[in-house]
């Protein structure tokens, strides 16, 4: 098994990969981040910081894989548009971008035309590599038709960067505000964007990109699928239980991805609460034959 060290280890190495990276938004997101050492800190900073990672986390993970790409649950029209605002605040493009792509992947997981499998490249382009070339920036409308009736999800993917301006404009404005009213907090509306929208983003970026990286490298198979899905605890830590991606590539329809309660799946607890208060509903599950086979497979390993 491979380590956890060698994940990023062709990381810069050929010219195309170093060109890409300078001329991409998202290496000046990288850079903006020096900015939180000469903004301060400020434990206003730090709560909003992990404000906006575990909301947009969530939207992520919930919104634009469980729901926008598997259609995993059933919620209503203004939720769904929520979803989509703030999941696209995390500068990952729109939600039918995102889908069309994921769903993609699923179609050939690590097969040649996947177009982020670090089995058939390497663990930079399957960790953000792909996401920097702009030959996969278009649509595939023919995947995500069922998103293309409402026009508003067309309209934000159209206009992605609004969702990131208002996040921006919001943090800046919360920042000069508490800096007016209580100047002893230490903060300021520049601060509450270095910390609320840069840093939190690029912390983002990373821990969901590992899903496409580290859980097709490092990690146990549940399941023999086709493909090089693994489950692996601490990413699914860390995205709310996106790391259980063996269990998810065995059955994709499911809105739960850790099938047993040690499987720590924050996503699907916060899921379960959300069609508690009826704002979802329909929530799928993976079925008891599934269970029955992850039985089996357990028994002749």
């Known amino acids: 098994m491979k380590s956890v060290g060698n994940i990023l280890k062709h990381a810069l190495q050929d010219e195309d990969n170093r060109l890409l990276m300078a001329s991409s938004p998202i290496f000046l997101m990288h850079v903006a981040c020096v900015g939180v050492f000469f903004t301060g800190f400020s434990w206003v900073a730090l709560a909003v910081f992990l404000f906006t990672y575990v909301v947009r986390v969530f939207a992520l993970t919930a ?14 029209r203004i939720f769904q548009f929520v979803l989509a605002w703030v999941g696209t605040s995390a500068a990952q493009m729109g939600p039918m971008w995102w889908a069309a792509n994921h769903r993609h992947h699923h179609q050939h997981s690590d097969k ?15 960790h953000i590599g792909w996401v920097l070339c702009r030959a996969y920036h278009t649509i595939q409308q023919e995947r995500v038709r069922y998103l293309s009736k409402f026009p508003e999800l067309r309209f934000i993917d159209r206009f992605h960067i609004l969702p990131v301006l ?25 601060q509450l964007v270095m910390w609320g929208f840069f840093l939190s983003t690029v912390l983002v970026y990373h821990v969901t990109f590992c ?41 994709p329809l499911s809105a739960r991805q850790g099938m047993y309660w040690w499987e720590l799946d924050l996503t699907y607890y916060l ?22 086979e992850a039985q089996k497979q357990g028994e002749t390993k």
């Not at 919104?63 to 209503?76: C, E, L, P, Q, V």
């Not at 979802?280 to 034959?289: E, G, L």
Request: aromatic residues 16%; proline residues 3%; positive net charge.
């Open 166 to 190: 208002s996040l921006i404009a919001a943090l800046y404005g919360m920042g000069a505000g508490l800096n007016a009213l209580y100047p002893e907090w230490g903060t300021s509306g520049l």
């Open 112 to 126: 040649e035309a996947d177009i982020h499998s670090p089995v058939v490249r390497n663990a930079f382009w399957a």
């Open 63 to 76: 919104g634009f894989h469980r729901y926008f790409s598997h259609r995993a649950f059933k919620t209503s």
């Open 271 to 292: 899921l379960k609460c959300l069609e508690a208060v009826g704002l979802i509903w329909d929530v799928k599950v993976y079925p008891k034959s599934i269970y029955r």
């Open 211 to 251: 899903v496409n990286s580290v859980t097709h490298i490092v990690g146990q198979k549940r399941f023999d699928t086709d493909d090089e899905s693994r489950n692996s605890w601490w990413v699914a830590l860390l995205t709310f239980g996106e790391g259980w991606h063996n269990n998810h590539h065995r059955y």
